[in-house]
């Protein structure tokens, strides 16, 4: 990590893009701290687009089709609810400044969602931070069971289909490993988007 100090530099659209090269990323304290730090991690969750796992559970119900799965059309709507407490997250670090900033960057195409749908009703989905042929999840949510894996399913269908090299999930969990999510450590990581950065890959 690389400290919890206050950013004093106006953060832009331009910064958080130069930083993602970099390998680092903002986050807040919490959704009312206004204030936001760069993060580095030793270790860096990525999910190897060739290794992802579909769990057998999953698939089922991939293959019920539940949901209705759309890309890019409620942006906002989704890191809103990103940025929501719910039963399994009573806290989350997405701030005002935070959703802002990707908001420009959506607006500038480096910035995508993945939206689960139901009945017409946003019910799950993720988004996320598109640099060369690398892909930055940032967070993801879910109001209706299995809505934002089967977002994940799909958005590593797009990815592969579209040539990406990386998946980024900046960290693992329990829940991310149950798809084939590992630790890299910094330098490996390093390697792994500077190839990625190399290549230029559409969303």
């Avoid at 990103?82 to 910035?111: D, V």
């Avoid at 069971?145 to 579209?162: I, Q």
Wanted: net charge negative; with cysteine.
């Amino acid at each position: 990590m690389a400290g919890h100090e206050d950013l004093i530099m106006e953060i832009t659209p331009q910064v958080l893009l130069k930083a993602y090269a970099c390998g680092i990323f903002p986050m807040a304290e919490s959704a009312s701290d206004p204030g936001l730090f760069w993060v580095e991690p030793e270790y860096r969750g990525i999910i190897p687009l060739d290794d992802f796992h579909i769990p057998k559970r999953l698939s089922r119900t991939i293959r019920q089709n539940r949901f209705d799965i759309r890309f890019d059309t409620s942006f906002n709507e989704v890191i809103e609810a990103c940025s929501k407490e719910m039963p399994n997250r009573k806290t989350t670090w997405i701030n005002a400044r935070i959703k802002r900033l990707y908001g420009e960057l959506f607006e500038l195409g480096h910035c995508h969602s993945v939206e689960a749908w139901q009945d017409d009703k946003l019910v799950g989905g993720l988004y996320g931070v598109k640099l060369g042929a690398a892909f930055f999840g940032e967070s993801m949510f879910s109001t209706v069971s299995d809505a934002s894996k089967v977002a994940l399913v799909h958005l590593v269908e797009r990815l592969r289909k579209n040539n990406f090299m990386l998946l980024d999930t900046q960290f693992t969990t329990a829940h991310l490993k149950k798809f084939g999510a590992i630790d890299v450590p910094r330098d490996q990581y390093e390697v792994l988007l500077h190839d990625a950065l190399k290549v230029e890959a559409e969303f």
